[in-house]
């Protein structure tokens, strides 16, 4: 079975400051991983993907993540955080095996990120 | 851009009644999706659906539950007969497949979700 860990329930951050939410993740196989954003009150926002490739991942709004295949982990990561950027972060994953949909995306249980002005 | 619609936003029923929450997937995506968020909970996972079959499900989508591609533009998720539990946020999701139109293939387009209140 796959599952997705965040281990921070909360993450708080100056803004300016550089944020990282944290992203474990568990498959037996290859993984595609995700990032959801949700403002209150909205549906899922996908922020960034990685399939394959470079393990670098960057995203929509500034965001980026590293793909770290040997600690299983995917953590989001932006250079300068904005007030803005204060919302619910999840973490997703799904096998790669084809492409048959058969394979549905495991969140994680969502990181409250807080930035301060 | 498209985007996957849902209706209702909001839906407040008696316990045991049956509900159907709508979904309107992206034109020529191919697979579809239910997820459910209770209050201060992760996103779960409820049922995938392709080529107008169920393709996969999870635990959680019991006989109370039933989809639907009725028409071959609205998917639809029905609760038979509602439990307090039953309340929760219940997003539907849609991605292309190889074969379903320009890529992002793997991306799944989540809606803006129906929340559901059992009383």
């Known amino acids: 079975a796959q599952s997705v860990a965040q281990p921070e329930d909360q993450v708080n951050v100056a803004e300016g400051n550089p944020l990282t939410v944290k992203c474990t993740y568990s498959v037996s196989g290859n993984p595609y991983l995700f990032w959801y954003v949700q403002y209150p009150n909205r549906g899922l926002q996908f922020l960034l993907k990685y399939i394959t490739g470079d393990n670098l991942v960057k995203g929509s709004y500034g965001f980026e993540a590293e793909f770290n295949k040997s600690q299983t982990s995917f953590h989001l990561k932006k250079p300068s955080a904005l007030v803005s950027d204060s919302a619910l972060y999840f973490c997703?994953?799904?096998?790669?095996?084809?492409?048959?949909?058969?394979?549905?995306?495991?969140f994680g249980s969502g990181t409250r990120l807080q930035v301060q002005p | 851009e498209p985007e996957v619609t849902q209706t209702p936003s909001h839906q407040v029923t008696q316990m045991g009644q049956e509900v159907i929450l709508r979904c309107v997937p992206i034109s020529n995506h191919l697979y579809f999706y239910w997820y459910r968020q209770i209050l201060g909970q992760k996103v779960e996972f409820l049922v995938s659906f392709y080529n107008n079959e169920i393709s996969e499900k999870s635990e959680i989508f019991d006989d109370q539950f039933s989809v639907e591609r009725p028409d071959g533009s609205n998917f639809t998720l029905k609760i038979r007969s509602t439990k307090l539990e039953d309340s929760a946020m219940y997003f539907c999701?849609?991605?292309?497949?190889?074969?379903?139109?320009?890529?992002?293939?793997?991306?799944?387009?989540f809606g803006p979700g129906t929340r559901l209140t059992v009383l």
């Open positions: 999701a849609s991605r292309p497949g190889l074969a379903g139109g320009p890529p992002p293939y793997n991306e799944q387009f």
């Open positions: 997703a994953v799904r096998l790669q095996l084809m492409d048959t949909g058969r394979r549905a995306l495991t």
